[in-house]
Each structure stands twice: as C-alpha cells, then as structure tokens.
C-alpha cells in the first residue's frame, strides 16, 4: 500500500481543526481509555488499519487488558465491559453505522442512563471525530504500523 496524500501539508488548517476536536476531547471529561476503546471500535468498523494499529497501542499503553481489545469486536458477547462502555459502543456502532438507517430511539434510550447530557454531545463528538479521521486515513492510505504511542501515566 502506497500513501496517496498528506492532508497535514496540503490542507493545514483543516488539520489544525481536526486536531483541535481531538485536543477538546482529551479533555472533556470523558474517560481517556473509554475513548480509545470507541475510537477502536468505529475504526474496525470502518476498516481503517491504521486507526485500529493506533487507538489499540494507546489503549495498551494506558493498561487496557488483551482480553478487552481482543473481544472488543464481539463486545456484546463479552462479559469484560461495564454497562456504560455498552451504552457507549452501541451508541458508536449506530453512528458510524448511519447507512444502515438513523439513530434508533431504543439505542438513545439505553445510553441517556449512562451519559449525562453534556458527556453524550461529547461522546458523540468523539464518534464523529473519529469517523473523519477514519475517512482521511483510509482516502489518504496512511499506512499502518509505525504509530507509537505518547507516554501515559497509568491510571488505577
């Protein structure tokens, strides 16, 4: 695979804006390893290898298990998540799922319990934001492998 375009050097600004998105996510209040593990999920969804390679380092890095990672794809199988990371991937999966039909009312319902108003419009921020980092990654074929993680301070 051949990269195609480094959309950092030709559309600065854009860039700058995405990174901005991603600066007011870091902190919004939202979990920083929930994000990772939604990130995660849209990016399989979206079949975006190099946003799977990073958001699954980043995730390690923080001290997330293999076991959740590994059954991340299956996570309504998997007993290892919490009700709110549940509410949180199957408010995921909906969003990035858009052309298979809208939001359904029974998904916004089961997440309302979870997410105080404040940290759903940031979640779903999250959501979108990686959709579109998905969508230049894959346009641009970043090619995967090489990202490393920042250094993290363990929490727990």
Request: aromatic share 8%; glycine share 8%; with cysteine.
């Amino acid at each position: 695979m051949k990269a195609r375009i480094n959309v950092a050097a030709v559309s600065p600004g854009a860039y700058r804006a995405m990174l901005g998105l991603e600066k007011y996510l870091s902190e919004c209040g939202l979990e920083e390893g929930l994000l990772h593990l939604i990130k995660l999920r849209a990016s399989q969804l979206n079949g975006c290898a190099y946003c799977i390679d990073m958001h699954w380092k980043d995730a390690r890095a923080l001290g997330e298990t293999e076991q959740r990672l590994y059954g991340l794809n299956a996570w309504e199988e998997s007993p290892y998540y919490t009700e709110r990371e549940r509410a949180a991937f199957a408010w995921t999966e909906s969003l990035t799922n858009l052309g298979e039909g809208h939001v359904p009312d029974s998904v916004y319902e089961a997440v309302k319990p979870h997410f105080s108003e404040r940290e759903l419009a940031d979640l779903t921020l999250a959501v979108v934001t990686i959709n579109a980092w998905n969508r230049l990654a894959i346009a641009s074929r970043t090619v995967p492998g090489g990202y490393t993680p920042a250094a993290h301070t363990r929490k727990g």
